[in-house]
């Protein structure tokens, strides 16, 4: 990681991460980070002009509006996980530099953060390592650790609540493209979460009566191609998070739904496809099922924060470049992040998983993760997951999440560079089959989230 620990403006390293004895995280470099804002409502005091922006950044040799490709990346590797970097280097991809998102409700669904400032300071671990709120049962709603000190911290909150909405329903259009740059697979999917605990918009909140012992319940469903239509899987989570969740399946051709093994989540569910259960969110898998995390580092970085909703189009579709055949990456809109922590995490309770760890970059502002890269058992790069977030509104066109602009991820690549295969998942508004966007709607647990609803789907 030596590429991760330069750092080019006149606040050195020492200045910059202040990780203490013990790796224990201190955010914020001229200030502390969420006291300052909840105090203030932004962020922009607890950093220095240099990490704001991409013109102070690099003394003016890349600017907002310009391409970060080949030719300029010298300038900004630093601000890139190896993969990523090596994928500008070598393969061509290129990203469009927009200006730094400064308005922290631009960076996730408004009522999380409400939630966030509101129970900030009520959340602990208990004997076994689960989030507990101050009555000792689930936590509330909200990240339970927004101002984190410790790894595991910062990975809970991300754990308990992906989408940090209640209820997700996403429509998706995944394309898989092999070495020769082609796309050999490409499929339709909708992928719904429901949250039993922490919830903070829908009713009952905050828990589900009789759901407190679950954490969520996800599902993933195909509309298309008719090869893989009705094919359907489904997570349910338990609130212990030293559990394995409960994964079942239904194969059109077997006409029923199976129990699966639920601890193989490092292969693809589809043909084609190099997205693992593990990889969602960074964080697939029960955060007590991996361990020995440790804080690596921080310091500044280049992400999707907010630009990652494709208005122009009716479908929300993004456009494509790089790779051999023009067709491996999606087009992406990066900023410079100013505080990504960089957490490592090792997948304990699987003893035969193909990967011995994995990174993963968080903004510390959110603490939400920008990147992942895993490695295989030789402890050599293996995989990569990174995306972009979208804020649904650009000023002329907006998406509703109730009162508030929709705030969501809007594309995916996921990278295995040892056989240098992509799989890029893009968030549009609808699919094949009706399925359409929608966000804290209840009624989708009845429709998609039972093993009766699994049945139906299929069928």
Known sequence: MAHYAKFRSRFSRRDFGKLAAGGVLSTGVLAPLWPTIAKTGSFTRAYPDELLSIEEYTGGKISTGEYIDASNVEHVEELFDPIRLSQIKDMGRRMRVVPTTTDIYRMSPYEYIEATL?????????????????????????????????AEEVFSGLTLSWGRHDVSLYAIKEFDVDDRGEVI????????????????????????????DKLRYQSIFFTAPNSAKGTSFLNIWYYDQAKFPDLYGYLPQFKRVRRLPTNQRFEPL????????????????????????????????????SGGWN????????????????????????????????????????????????????????????????????????????????????GTNKVMDGKHPYWSWGHVHVHDIQVNRVSRLEQVKKVSGGISMKVN????????????ALRQLGT
């Open 311 to 394: 208005s122009a189009h009716p479908n929300w579709e993004h456009t494509v470049h790089g790779g051999p055949k023009g067709q491996t990456f999606w087009d992406t809109d990066m900023e410079i992040v100013p505080e990504a922590i960089l957490v490592e995490a090792e997948p304990v309770k699987y003893p035969r998983a193909p990967i011995s760890k994995k990174w993963v970059w968080f903004d510390a502002r959110t603490m939400l993760p920008i990147s992942m890269v895993s490695f295989d058992r030789q402890g050599k790069p293996y995989r990569s997951f990174d995306g972009a977030y979208g804020y649904y509104d650009d």
């Open 185 to 212: 697979f490409g499929y339709e999917v909708a992928w719904c979460e429901y949250a039993a605990t922490g919830r903070i918009v829908i009713d009952p909140k905050p828990h589900r009566p009789g759901f407190e």
């Open 441 to 452: 709607d209840p009624s989708l647990y009845d429709k998609y989230l039972t093993q009766t």
């Open 118 to 150: 509101s129970n900030q300071g009520k959340a602990r671990f208990d004997e076994a390592g689960n989030v507990r709120a101050p009555d000792g049962g689930p936590w509330i709603g909200g990240h339970p650790f927004p101002d984190a000190k410790t």
């Open 270 to 305: 589809i043909p084609g496809s190099t997205l693992y259960l593990s990889d969602a969110w960074a964080a697939g898998d029960p955060f007590l099922t991996w361990g020995n995390y440790k804080i690596l580092g921080s310091g500044p970085a280049l992400a999707g924060i």
